[in-house]
């Protein structure tokens, strides 16, 4: 097990390494002059454009760039932002709010969409099995932004149980309505990957097994049945935190979330180079960690996958 | 307990009346049973026997309520100790089963959690029939019923998981869950058909001694006719859905009534392979005298046509002049890099210098059972695997040196056929294009010339030329088989090495296999490397015998010597191991 994990973490370097250089090459060859278009409309003084551009190292080749960005993140200094303001102090100031929504949309998701996957299941082609894969059918076909507008105008609106937009500092009920709308489209994968898993289940023989020694359905639907329908879902959780992230931007612009998606969002549209790689580099360090995670849950959840 | 059920001897334990069940299906409801009837006395020992899809495993499930979703009770009653088990609820079911009602399904492989520990899944059972409380009581009986189920260190094992056992331990494991409770009743569905016959005969002697000390009824499903017999007092033949002859075993076996028992007797082969043994000393007793008289009058038409067949071959095989040998092996090894317990490097002699040759035009059939290297040795004369050390000579022909077109050309002279047909099949191409995929890789003739070709394989298996826009999950398990072998003839090869050919098979479908091997070898001169465990079927097909143990060959001999005067221990365990080879016989 220690071995594996070692060679997990070690795989991650030359990810890490990769992913940077790639994000790097792009948002330098991203055109226009990110220095010029703070200026505006007025016209900078030469000077103080040139030693802003060495002040920043602009003025250097694409490679010696790079080499300055990465020395410094190995002193921890992730560099700075146009606005002065140092990248660790962006990521420490987003990263709690966007945690805390994308666990409450990855509560929601699993808890939620492995209960009524299951209940489907069980009641394969009942009406609440119908109307389930009906409403999963529509949450995956239309687009997170959509959902997350009607959403908005049903609950915020309408109804006025949630505040449409979240405020400074993002109070976690604020959060509870975007969460649903993150939560939405993984929710209903989750709910038919359950579903089938468990059809499946329900046929194999050793639940007919189960059911001769005597046990009842209080016993094995959930030692027999939900526990080996488990491992897809978990597998897909996996993959998905890739797909949260993602959502996380858009449901952030418009619920106006001072999270990492949004913060992500207006640091590409400005160029802001530095800001733009330090985020992209923790989300993908994310990615990877969740991943190994996973892949650990899944050893334990089924013992014929051992990790030497 | 078995002190009352003695003073009440006339009631049946258990009494299926006119039972009948039916699934669901697109089109409408198919009835699987048609009126069943079954009596069993507490304490006795029945089997069921017939073909797949004959209701036997049909009539199992229904009689603990456990049809699978679409399938229902339609009509009759299943009476236990009395009660109708199937009017009973969801409840009261499940009480009687485990408790009063052991199973141990047909497949050991599928029917074990694979993500509960094996002391886990027995606990359960013990637990759920209030055998014992309590952590450590339920644990000390759960050691205790696998020790009896044969699983020697049980204690150690508890915590293992069913992929780290053997096919044949994990069936010791069922049983023991089955029996876990001391049930009135037990009812074992096919409980050793996958597993090879020394095992079998193991697990079965264990059967026997526990339901014997504990008075338990034995209900036993098997497809063997022989296995039933020697192993049942009383015997019902099931058909189609219908019992359709039931009796004393010995008696059905000598004298059997119905049509279907007749064939279902004579086909299998390990009674055929009896048959042979006494039908060939009668040919040299009275030559030119029917091998058997009465054998017409009985209707025991497949049974003569094995036995000739057989016969004739060895007549043929003597007379002609030796045409070389088509195979030759030399001193081959295979020898696997394993990880050990701790993660360490090990080795293992998969094939442990093994020789042998086989003629132009026979069959050399390699036995042994599962494990013994037999299938390793099928791997490295099709180059799917390359040898430790050794030599294959093919033809005279060294194959370790050949690459690309050489070795697309010896493929293509060399065929294999697989076990299972249900997975060597690719389900999403048709049969047609399934026959004549050799075809279009090794570039034969042209598009026109193939469809021919696909036809005149399909006219040689005795497939209808129809099948050919079908695809695979539209066909028996036979037929599949035959569709395996024609691809394997499409391009006119020289060898077929085939593994475990017909060990997936029903008895009568193995018959017609064996049968449709034993023409096409004579028809197109093939030579047969026929690899099984099972000794009844090489009794029928083979000339030469060269059984495997621990990846070494133990004895090579002609079959005749082989069945007629084993030299080995092992050898003479497995031909003992062939069930019903201790039963005189009527004929």
Redesign the interface.
Known sequence: MPRYILGRVLQAIPVFLGTTFLIYFMVFAMPGDPLLALFGDKTPNPALLAQLRAQYHLDQPFLVQYWYYMTGIFQGNLGVSFSGEPVTAILARTFPVTARLAIMALVIQSVAGIAVGLVSGLRKGKLFDASALVVSLILISVPIFVIAFVAQFVFGIQLGWARTTVGSGAPTQDLILPAFVLASVSFAVIVRLTRSSVIEAQSTDYVRTAYSKGLGRNRVIPVHILRNSLIPVVTYLGTDFGVLLVGATITEGIFNIPGVGNTLYKAIVLGQGPTVVSFVTVMVLLYLVVNLLVDLLYGLLDPRIRYV | MSTSENLTPARPLLEIKNLEVAFKTQNGMVKALKGVDITLMPGKTLAIVGESGSGKSTTA?AI?N?L??SGKITGGEVLFDGKDLSKLS??EI??????EI??V???PM????????IGFQVE??IR??GIAKGRAEVKKRAIQVLKEAGLEDADKRMKQ?P?QFSGGMRQRV?IG??LS?SPKLLIADEPTSALDVTVQRKILDHLETLTRDSGTALLFITHDLGLAAERAEQLVVMYKGRVVESGPSREILQNPLHPYTQRLVAAAPSLASRRIQSGRQSVVAAAGTPLYAGAADAGVTESIDLVSAAAARAEQVAHTPAAGNAIEVRDLTKIYKI?GAK?DAKTLKAVDSVNFSIARGTTMALVGESGSGKSTVARMLLRLEDATSGEIRIDGVDTAPLAGRELLNLRRRMQPVFQDPYGSLNPLRNIGNTIGEPLDVHKVGDRKSRRARVFELLDQVSLPRTLAGRYPNELSGGQRQRVAIARALSLKPDMVILDEAVSALDVLVQAQILRLLSELQEELSLTYLFITHDLAVVRVIADNVSVMQGGRIVEAASTDEVFGNPRMEYTKELLDAIPGAHIPLGV
């Open positions: 499930h603990i456990l699978p979703g969801q409840k499940q009480f009687i089963r485990g408790r052991g199973f399904p047909q497949d599928a029917n074990l959690n694979p993500v509960w520990s359960e059972a759920a029939n998981f992929h069922l869950m089955g409770s990880r993660g």
